[in-house]
């Protein structure tokens, strides 16, 4: 039964390495999104959300602690999240929610046979696994799928392989076998499983719970279940989006990144056919249309349990997916749309009104902001983020006009090293890649005016015709980053 003074639940069910236009409702007419689809319809979907660094780790670090990368300190996977920074579910679960996380976390290193490490979180349930091909002893799908399709575990995972935690699934083509299995074996269904668990047996009836629900799809290697790829015409999808010559005009990396992924880890665009390019293209959608099969379990199950209208749902992804897109594939450096734009939805009965479409620039940090205000926490210590809450209600007239994301040898070690910044203001976007003195690497950019050249296909950055426009926007980007600095301690006295 619903309860309007009652401080809602809120579920966040995050993806990982989706695009922002992947859905339907998005303008992807070839997408199988109905259930995610209804969010938007149901409530409120931002066009324009973009994440503060196109890689798992910092940006994760961003949405939890609601700070930019150079403030949270946890720049690249890899590196343990600080044990000096919150976390937004900690503060939640002081203010009496009960907290569970489900799936991947990336908050910490991951490449080891152990679970990710915890910081002071707030959880109640934690129950890990960083991928389905990840096989840390404590991996909570392996063990779930161990009990419950124990021959199909055995067939798929017949020893402890030194290469099966990561590289397995990097150097794969088109999925593993373990991305394949049936839906009722797969990591997405789990997820979706223990979710449902968790909204069917609170800590109490009197506590809101916090529910973040981690699904490792549309994260290559690109494979779905059968009945899932059958839903996606791949005819339908558009081909990869460039331009003959495009990389000519480009910083040298992105040549690199089209040879080989992942700083030469991973197979590249151009070890592809574009025959097998279009199947990856279908499979990505597949894991798409798998997902949101499970989030309609997990509404449903929120339907039953008579929650839904008390209940803040959000869907987001960590970063996007190159896709072929510009001759690329997986992400790195790269700060294009594909990549730093994702999609982002939100329903609330009562309180988002259906149908609403938010097209300010928004950014992930500003995501923690929110769940605290829909909880009455306040803004919470140390969020540089705002709540959208209020862009919903359209009563925001002064909201930021720009968004920054920030690569600070974030992924697989390039030599040299590659740091890139990203602005955008307005209809442009400029992204810097940077030389020294912080990185050997050569100083170059790339411009793009987003309104006539909305696939970032036409570099204008050595253009002389767009030097005024290069140099504005240069000052901006560095007007912004002081924006973005950590000034949230208290000045306590004049002096």
């Not at 797969?186 to 499983?193: G, I, K, L, R, T």
């Not at 839904?308 to 997916?321: P, R």
């Not at 100083?443 to 050595?462: A, K, S, T």
Request: hydrophobic share 35%; charged share 25%; proline share 7%.
């Amino acid at each position: 039964m619903s309860n309007q003074s009652r401080r809602p639940n809120i579920l966040f069910i995050c993806t990982d390495q989706q695009r922002g236009d992947s859905l339907h409702c998005a303008g992807a007419n070839w997408a199988v999104t109905p259930n995610l689809d209804g969010i938007a319809r149901d409530g409120a979907r931002f066009s324009q959300c973009y994440v503060q660094n196109p890689v798992c780790s910092p940006s994760r670090a961003s949405l939890f602690t609601g700070k930019y990368v150079a403030n949270h300190g946890l720049y690249a996977n890899g590196v343990p999240f600080p044990s000096h920074q919150g976390l937004f579910t900690r503060v939640l679960a002081d203010a009496g929610y009960d907290c569970g996380m489900i799936g991947k976390q990336h908050l910490y290193p991951c490449d080891t046979w152990r679970t990710e490490p915890r910081a002071d979180d707030g959880y109640r349930v934690f129950e890990w696994a960083h991928g389905p091909n990840h096989r840390a002893l404590e991996n909570d799908y392996h063990r779930w799928l161990r009990q419950e399709h124990p021959d199909l575990y055995a067939e798929i995972f017949p020893d402890k392989g030194a290469n099966e935690n990561t590289e397995y699934s990097n150097r794969a083509r088109t999925g593993t076998p373990i991305d394949h299995v049936k839906k009722e074996a797969h990591y997405s269904h789990w997820v979706a499983e223990r979710a449902i668990d968790f909204i069917q047996h609170p800590r109490s009836d009197d506590a809101p719970f916090m529910l973040v629900a981690n699904f490792f799809d549309p994260h290559h290697s690109f494979g779905a279940p059968q009945e899932f790829r059958d839903m996606i015409d791949a005819d339908a999808i558009p081909a990869p989006n460039t331009r003959p010559g495009e990389l000519d005009d480009k910083p040298a990396p992105h040549r690199a990144y089209s040879e080989k992924s992942y700083s030469g880890t991973a197979p590249g665009f151009q070890d592809y056919s574009p025959e097998q390019i279009k199947e990856i293209r279908a499979q990505y959608f597949a894991m798409i249309a798998l997902v949101d099969y499970e989030v309609g379990r997990i509404l449903a199950s929120l339907e039953e349990a008579g929650l839904a209208d008390d209940t803040l749902v959000v869907f987001s992804s960590d970063h996007g997916e190159m896709l072929g897109n510009h001759q690329q594939l997986l992400k790195g450096p790269q700060l294009y749309d594909d990549l730093t734009r994702v999609p982002l939805l939100a329903r609330w009965p009562g309180h988002i009104s259906p149908g609403t479409v938010v097209d300010e620039l928004v950014q992930w940090v500003d995501l923690s902001a929110t769940f605290l205000d829909a909880a009455g926490c306040g803004a919470g210590r140390g969020v540089q983020g705002s709540s959208l809450l209020p862009l919903t209600r359209g009563e925001d007239g002064d909201w930021r006009k720009w968004a920054l994301s920030e690569y600070r040898f974030s992924g697989f070690k390039t030599d040299p090293l590659l740091m890139t910044t990203m602005l955008r203001h307005e209809d442009w976007k400029l992204i810097v890649w940077h030389g020294d003195p912080a990185t050997p690497a050569t100083r170059d950019g790339e411009l793009y005016n987003l309104v006539d050249d909305p696939g970032e296909l036409h570099n204008l950055f050595h253009d002389p015709d767009h030097a005024k426009t290069r140099r504005h926007l240069k000052t901006v980007m560095l007007d912004a980053m002081a924006e973005a600095e950590d000034r949230t301690a208290v000045q306590s006295r004049a002096w």
